[in-house]
């Protein structure tokens, strides 16, 4: 059963920094792209970034609003994925997901985890 | 950036209905388009890949359609585990973006 946990959310003030991390079970994780999404209370869903598998180099692409800010890291030795969060914003407050991509010619979202809340408040 | 505009982003429909939601993306998207339900303080779950492809165990209840700009969602026979969030998203280029939603509420 293919299963993503996230881990690491909470509380933390605006300008600091925090680690979320996604574990996966379930597939060959190294195969496979892996996102972060996230939702602010209330709305909609935004893409945050992908880390492309070992074949791609595990090259990575950010949404504009993270970019600079956010770095996402990759470990396949222990099938999971982080996100390193830096002088976060308010506006960063949200539940983040990550979520692996189906790996056809233009991959898909196909499975997500649960998510794990991120408040950024003073 | 392509832009996703979901239509209509709020609904009211009764258990049996068969209900019709639209996503219109700023520029085409070579069928690259999935859709997702999300219920309350849930995780989304993938539902429609590549326009019209089911995932894996969705029903056939669930249908998709469309092509370069406009693509729809049908939902037949609404039951009451229907009654959620749907999301479009295009991954045809980055960023990959999403529509606003459309809440489909039990009239």
């Known amino acids: 059963e293919v299963q993503l946990v996230e881990s690491g959310g909470g509380l933390v003030q605006p300008g600091g920094s925090l680690r979320l991390s996604c574990a996966a079970s379930?597939?060959?994780?190294?195969?496979?792209?892996i996102d972060w999404l996230r939702q602010a209370p209330g709305k909609g869903l935004e893409w945050v970034g992908r880390s492309r598998n070992k074949a791609n180099s595990y090259t990575t692409e950010y949404a504009a609003s993270v970019k600079d800010r956010f770095t996402i890291l990759r470990d396949d030795s222990k099938d999971s994925l982080y996100l390193q969060m830096n002088s976060l914003k308010s506006e960063d407050s949200a539940i983040y997901y990550c979520a692996r991509a189906n790996m056809a010619a233009a991959p898909f979202f196909d499975y997500w985890g649960q998510g794990t809340l991120v408040t950024v408040s003073s | 950036d392509i832009q996703m505009t979901q239509s209509p982003s709020s609904l009211s429909a009764s258990v049996g209905d068969r209900v019709t939601i639209t996503c219109r993306a700023s520029q085409g998207i070579r069928n690259y388009l999935a859709w997702f339900q999300q219920k309350p303080g849930k995780a989304p779950k993938s539902l429609i890949y590549d326009t019209s492809s089911l995932q894996s165990g969705v029903p056939s209840k669930f249908s998709g359609s469309g092509s370069g700009t406009d693509y729809t969602l049908t939902i037949s026979n609404l039951q009451p585990e229907d009654f959620a969030t749907y999301y479009c998203q295009q991954y045809s280029s980055y960023p990959l973006t999403f529509g606003g939603g459309t809440k489909v509420e039990i009239k």
């Open positions: 379930g597939f060959t994780f190294s195969y496979h792209y």
